[in-house]
């Protein structure tokens, strides 16, 4: 049995109200889930929405190295001038955003702090939102290496390729070559902006689905064998060789279609430093929690019946860089669809 109160569905059990004050309370709550449940956004070059600016277009440059000076000098003659290069990257950044309403009698009779449990659930929607955003944009990227031998992602489903030691290899020669350079520091989780050392390496993000096989790679390390322990990653398995890896379930999965039979092929990213930029939820007005109490509102709201609780923010990234990233496509042993009961859920199974 359960009992509908505008929005939200409820089980059984109707007990008094635990009320507690909310907005100034809940605000930073919110902002702090948000921040310390993303991921990509931890390994972005951080940009920011400027406020008041009527910016909707974000920039970043980058610049072309210097090929070595090995001429030598003739005495009383300047040699050629070097020119230093610089590229701009543009991207336009957009606003997202979701509510959801209850009334004054769920307000009343809930057992639970309803709006609390609102905001912890907000929060988790509005970081995914921006993880599967900022995972679409660098998940499209041009440098990729297909599994085991593989020559497209068609092969790599139709062949069950795994990931194997040979393209962790050349993965880190592909950035090696490139001068990509590993980080030194992650974005921190919290709603300020600033961020944290880290024992330096290239950055792996993989899906839970392909933990079983890396660890069966011979030269896989787990964290639990690290000479080190104060700087592990929320979400690092592991390591091999230059690469440290983090798990994350909003890792790109495509299903490839072989002889009639969906196949599940893994895009897992490999970074160097500066290789993509965000619009970070750390900056001023980044992302904001709009509370509207149940006293708020004109003649729509004439019984003081409805109030709502939501967020918005701005969003975006960009590959800056090309050579400084590249995917591995490859299949997995397990194959676990998503288990996660969202709201438009038919089953409760």
Same mark, same amino acid.
């Not at 972005?44 to 000098?73: C, D, E, H, W």
């Not at 998940?139 to 962790?168: E, H, M, P, Q």
């Not at 001068?179 to 792996?204: L, V």
């Given at each position: 049995?359960?009992?509908?109160?505008?929005?939200?569905?409820?089980?059984?059990?109707?007990?008094? +109200?635990?009320?507690?004050?909310?907005?100034?309370?809940?605000?930073?709550?919110?902002?702090?889930?948000?921040?310390?449940?993303?991921?990509?956004?931890?390994?972005?070059?951080?940009?920011?929405?400027?406020?008041?600016?009527?910016?909707?277009?974000?920039?970043?440059?980058?610049?072309? +190295?210097?090929?070595?000076?090995?001429?030598?000098?003739?005495?009383?003659?300047?040699?050629?001038?070097?020119?230093?290069?610089?590229?701009?990257?543009?991207?336009?950044?957009?606003?997202?955003?979701?509510?959801?309403?209850?009334?004054?009698?769920?307000?009343?009779?809930?057992?639970?702090?309803?709006?609390?449990?609102?905001?912890?659930?907000?929060?988790?929607? *509005? *970081?995914?939102? *921006?993880?599967?955003?900022?995972?679409?944009?660098?998940?499209?990227?041009?440098?990729?290496?297909?599994?085991?031998?593989?020559?497209?992602?068609?092969?790599?489903?139709?062949?069950? @390729?795994?990931?194997? #030691?040979?393209? !962790? @290899? !050349?993965?880190?020669?592909? !950035?090696?070559?490139?001068?990509? @350079?590993?980080?030194?520091?992650?974005?921190?989780?919290?709603?300020?902006?600033?961020?944290?050392?880290?024992?330096?390496?290239?950055?792996?993000?993989?899906?839970?689905?392909?933990?079983?096989?890396?660890?069966?790679?011979?030269?896989?390390?787990?964290?639990?064998?690290?000479?080190?322990?104060?700087?592990?990653?929320?979400?690092?398995?592991?390591?091999?060789?230059?690469?440290?890896?983090?798990?994350?379930? +909003?890792?790109? #999965?495509?299903?490839?279609?072989?002889?009639?039979?969906?196949?599940?092929?893994? !895009?897992?990213?490999?970074?160097?430093?500066?290789?993509? *930029?965000?619009?970070?939820?750390?900056? @001023?007005?980044?992302?904001?929690?709009?509370?509207?109490?149940?006293?708020?509102?004109?003649?729509?709201?004439?019984?003081?019946?409805?109030?709502?609780?939501?967020?918005?923010?701005?969003?975006?990234?960009?590959?800056?860089?090309?050579?400084?990233?590249?995917?591995?496509?490859?299949?997995?042993?397990?194959?676990?669809?998503?288990?996660?009961?969202?709201?438009?859920?038919?089953?409760? #199974?």
């Amino acid at each position: 049995m359960s009992t509908t109160y505008s929005n939200f569905t409820q089980g059984t059990g109707d007990n008094a +109200n635990n009320a507690v004050e909310f907005s100034k309370l809940y605000d930073p709550l919110h902002l702090l889930r948000v921040t310390q449940t993303m991921m990509f956004d931890k390994f972005a070059q951080a940009k920011f929405v400027p406020a008041n600016s009527g910016i909707k277009t974000m920039f970043a440059f980058r610049y072309r +190295n210097l090929r070595p000076a090995t001429t030598p000098l003739t005495e009383g003659t300047l040699p050629t001038e070097s020119s230093i290069i610089r590229e701009k990257v543009e991207w336009t950044v957009a606003q997202y955003g979701a509510y959801t309403t209850y009334t004054d009698v769920l307000d009343l009779l809930d057992v639970d702090n309803i709006k609390a449990q609102f905001t912890d659930v907000l929060g988790d929607q *509005a *970081a995914e939102t *921006a993880d599967v955003i900022i995972r679409e944009v660098i998940s499209a990227g041009t440098r990729v290496i297909y599994a085991n031998g593989a020559t497209s992602r068609a092969t790599v489903a139709s062949g069950s @390729k795994k990931i194997v #030691v040979n393209d !962790l @290899k !050349l993965a880190a020669l592909k !950035l090696k070559n490139a001068k990509a @350079k590993k980080y030194t520091s992650i974005n921190s989780g919290s709603t300020k902006i600033g961020s944290k050392p880290i024992r330096d390496a290239y950055i792996a993000i993989v899906h839970p689905n392909a933990v079983d096989d890396l660890r069966g790679l011979t030269g896989w390390k787990e964290i639990e064998d690290y000479a080190y322990s104060t700087d592990i990653m929320e979400g690092e398995i592991g390591s091999y060789g230059d690469f440290r890896f983090i798990e994350n379930l +909003n890792a790109k #999965v495509v299903d490839v279609d072989v002889s009639g039979t969906n196949v599940p092929v893994y !895009l897992s990213i490999f970074l160097g430093k500066d290789a993509y *930029a965000s619009v970070s939820v750390r900056g @001023k007005k980044g992302t904001e929690m709009v509370y509207k109490p149940l006293n708020s509102g004109g003649v729509e709201n004439a019984l003081n019946q409805k109030g709502s609780i939501g967020w918005k923010m701005w969003c975006g990234a960009k590959i800056l860089n090309e050579l400084f990233m590249i995917r591995i496509e490859h299949t997995a042993t397990f194959d676990v669809g998503t288990l996660i009961k969202y709201e438009d859920n038919e089953s409760d #199974v």
